[in-house]
């Protein structure tokens, strides 16, 4: 998997899913000279197998991880397929398509409900993003998140959360809220962590669903180490640039720096479609933090369901991804 090298940069926090706050201050790009890396460069993954982000070094031993809490995941096509043909049937696609034109686009911050596929939706603009952005959320409602979840299940998709339970060694897995994301144009990366303080059980799965027409797109993704290196008083990171595939998916849990890079797709329909899937293992010690990621104007589980409802158990082999007739 060919990859980009990377460069030493300035670490840029920032809160992910309750945006509006800021964890460090913003720094602009800075080279400081040292050292490069690339991403270890390995073969395609195979639907659901999960493999650590590592750093690539001329010595296999010698890799070293990228962030202890970030991983590629395997994604079958027959997932993919009917994820996008739910997207064509729902309006969802066309909807993203009309938000990245400018048709419809929101102001920062700014959040409506939309009725898409007969089902209630939100769509908004994050908050922390620039205005040199034009990326978009679309969050399903109950009953939406219900089919997702069906077809989630339909589309074996209770195989790919054994494999990330276990990977993971996790004792169980739920899915807590789904996002999906649409950017054509963004001429600032906001460096940030999707979770922080879950005790490694709370995750965002990232899985691409439509990337640019264009072959010739740079990397979508900055993907930043979890070492720290110091120049005086200023923290930076070796930083690399990641370019998706429909075949992997990302997974990022806490503290796992990653921004959304410089890109500007050009043509009409030419943007590209994400979607998150946020998953982790809920008890009371990190039932907060693992809400602080979520979405605030979407829909999600109770803090009682997130305590009880299980899709993946390493004790249960039963405990699975609902079905439309289970229900």
């Known amino acids: 998997m060919k990859r980009k090298q990377s460069r030493r940069k300035p670490v840029v ?13 913003v720094v602009p790009n800075f080279e400081n000279g040292k050292p490069r ?10 639907p659901n197998d999960v ?8 010595h296999e031993k010698a890799r ?12 079958a096509p027959i997932l993919t397929e009917k ?16 938000l990245i034109a400018g048709k419809e686009r929101l102001s920062r911050g700014m959040f409506k409900k939309k009725k898409l596929g007969g089902n209630e939706w939100t769509v908004q603009s994050p908050a922390f993003s620039s205005q040199s952005s034009n990326m978009h959320w679309l969050s399903p409602g109950k009953a939406a998140h219900d089919s997702m979840l069906h077809l989630l299940s339909d589309a074996g998709f209770d195989h790919c ?3 990330m339970g276990k990977a993971l060694r996790l004792n169980r897995l739920t899915v807590h809220q789904f996002t999906f994301l649409c950017v054509s144009k963004c001429e600032q990366a906001d460096v940030h962590t999707d979770t922080t303080l879950t005790g490694g059980k709370a995750y965002n799965l990232l899985i691409p669903l439509q990337l640019s027409t264009d072959k010739n797109t740079p990397a979508e993704l900055e993907i930043l180490g979890d070492v720290p290196y110091f120049e005086g008083k200023i923290e930076y990171r070796d930083v690399g640039s990641y370019k998706y595939e429909t075949s992997t998916a990302i997974l990022f849990g806490d503290d796992a720096l990653h921004a959304t890079d410089k ?3 050009s043509g009409a329909g030419n943007f590209r479609l994400m979607l998150s899937i946020l998953i982790g293992e809920v008890d009371n010690k990190n039932l907060s933090k693992v809400v602080d990621n979520f979405s605030e104007n979407a829909y999600r589980l109770s803090n009682t369901q997130l305590r009880k ?11 699975r991804l609902p079905t439309s007739e289970s229900e």
């Open 263 to 265: 890109v500007e797709f």
């Open 51 to 58: 493999r650590t982000l590592c750093w690539n070094s001329e």
């Open 37 to 46: 890396h690339d991403f270890a460069s390995r073969a395609r993954l195979r």
């Open 13 to 25: 926090t920032k809160r992910p899913r309750k945006r509006q706050k800021q964890t460090k201050t």
């Open 83 to 98: 994820i996008i043909h739910m997207c064509e049937q729902d309006g969802i696609m066309a909807m993203a398509g009309r």
């Open 309 to 319: 409802v299980s899709h993946w158990s390493k004790n249960d082999s039963s405990v």
């Open 161 to 163: 959360l054994q494999a």
């Open 64 to 75: 070293k991880v990228v962030s202890p809490h970030m991983y590629e995941v395997g994604i």
